[in-house]
């Protein structure tokens, strides 16, 4: 008696089956049900790839409508879950019937989620169909007339049940409003056992990775390796390297390849016109990564290699 009086309120305290869902779950198994529903019709698409253009096209309602009430069938009819929650771990209870223990989604409530899901994406395309073809009837334009009245007041009805949604965290769509289901978990939700170590290290990196993409964009890189090919000049110059005042180099100074296009800058290096025409829009105060020159009168200098190769060969 006593172990049993223990025990009892253990029970009590620990986390039971029928625990509420985060709204990010619930919205989450919406979204995998409609990239689920895209990916099917896709499927079934490719199947008419090869066939004439525009087959599929007056019957398209019907076959959406049919692959949906397939995909209802063996989801929400057979597990009352549909694909995006037997992912995440959550079906559909009786929220009509109170109480703690699971009670499933009955049969009317499964048939009449099949109508107010399917049956209203099907009728919004259908109808839009048949407004076209029948533009001038006086019928079609008063039942056109009453089905925008009916989806405008439906509209404002889901508005109204996702701001109450987003406030108590229940009945995420009208629909099941309407049919008093409910998702829950499936099975026993267990507290979750994270590692600090790999947490902290998670937000170091995540840190690291914001501080660099805002500080790379404020650094002039094609300056900086001015800066240091400037630095190492004087050890090119040692070696015989570079260039003398009397004769130019028949390399760019910017890329080392023969320059396409050479322009001067004012000393002895030559460029190639595209690589210093991008670095002087880049940098305004674009120096030779040779000599630190800083930029005057971008001149051609086609004449001038012409006369080294020839004094060369």
Known sequence: MAGAGGDKPFAEASPSPLSRVL???????FELDGALEQL???QFTQCFLHFKPGLLTPVEPELKALLQL???RFTVYSNSATVGQSLLNIRYKNALISGQKYRSMSRQQKLWFALL???EKWLKERSHSLFLSHPAESNMHKARKALDIISGLTKVASLVNFLLFLQKGT?????ERLLGVQPVFSRHQGPRDINFQFLNRELLWHGFAEFLIFLLPLINVWKLK???????????????GDCSEETYCTVCAICGEWPTMPHS?????IFCYYCLKSHTIADIYFTCPKCGA???TIEPVRLQIEMTVLRQS
């Open 226 to 240: 001015a800066r240091v090919s400037s630095l190492f000049s004087p050890l090119n110059e040692l070696k015989g």
């Open 265 to 269: 800058i004012g000393c002895n290096h």
């Open 70 to 72: 397939l995909l209802w």
């Open 294 to 296: 800083e930029t005057g």
């Open 117 to 119: 899901t399917v049956g």
């Open 40 to 42: 099917v019709w896709s």
């Open 23 to 29: 709204r990010i779950s619930q919205l989450d198994a």
């Open 171 to 175: 009945f995420p769509t009208l629909t």
